[in-house]
């Protein structure tokens, strides 16, 4: 009987690369390790859209790269703005008149009206001083003068900022038997009416009506 004798050849099997892993006391490199148990997952950026951006101030001139601007000159049916008012119920629009001014109308109930009569008053060729009108938040006000008497009689409007320095605003006659209206020019916070007749005249006598319209809140 033969016996054949046969070799075995063995084959060692290679080691595999020990796995690299990062050590805790060292940050992890910017090319992640596959095998790296501490590896540093880095964030993507965010896109620049998604992004608010504030600017608090410009320093120097800003470059801006853009492809779609509509740059031209503005055309009043394209561009116009409407501006919209509310009355706490709906939302309305402003209303202008034909030359594109804002209607401001004041609500004619918020309108304060005021009057106080000053009759019968003998005026002489001294100047009578009627009482001093607080006119701070006075819109409109006047003074009517009638001169019920038979000598001419001189009206003055006066105006002072502290009640007591007074300064002529205007000046006119009222003929006997007629009616003058006087308004003040100019504003300061007192106003008042001094009234007399020329000299060498007999007295008169007058009736003055002061009256104001303020608009209330």
């Not at 701070?136 to 003055?156: D, L, Q």
């Not at 106003?191 to 104001?212: A, C, H, M, N, W």
Request: charged share 25%; hydrophobic share 30%.
């Amino acid at each position: 009987m033969l016996v054949q004798k046969t070799k075995r050849h063995c084959f060692k099997k290679k080691k595999k690369a020990p796995k690299k892993h990062c050590t805790p006391k060292k940050k992890c490199c910017k090319k992640v390790q596959p095998h790296c148990h501490h590896r540093c997952k880095r964030k993507k950026p965010p896109c620049p859209c998604d992004c608010t951006v504030t600017v608090r101030k410009i320093k120097r001139p800003v470059t801006v790269i853009a492809d779609k601007l509509d740059i031209r000159d503005l055309n009043a049916q394209k561009d116009s703005v409407q501006i919209f008012g509310t009355d706490s119920t709906q939302i309305i629009p402003v209303l202008t008149d034909h030359e594109g001014r804002i209607i401001v109308s004041p609500n004619s109930s918020n309108i304060v009206f005021e009057e106080e009569a000053f009759l019968n008053l003998q005026v002489s060729d001294q100047f009578t001083d009627l009482p001093l009108q607080d006119t701070t938040t006075k819109t409109v006000m006047s003074y009517a003068v009638i001169n019920r008497g038979t000598s001419p009689a001189i009206v003055r409007t006066e105006i002072s900022p502290n009640s007591s320095d007074f300064s002529l605003d205007q000046q006119d006659v009222v003929q006997p038997n007629s009616v003058r209206v006087f308004v003040p020019n100019r504003f300061l916070k007192w106003t008042r009416l001094s009234i007399s007749t020329e000299k060498g005249t007999v007295p008169t006598q007058v009736d003055v009506y002061f009256q104001s319209q303020t608009i209330g809140s």
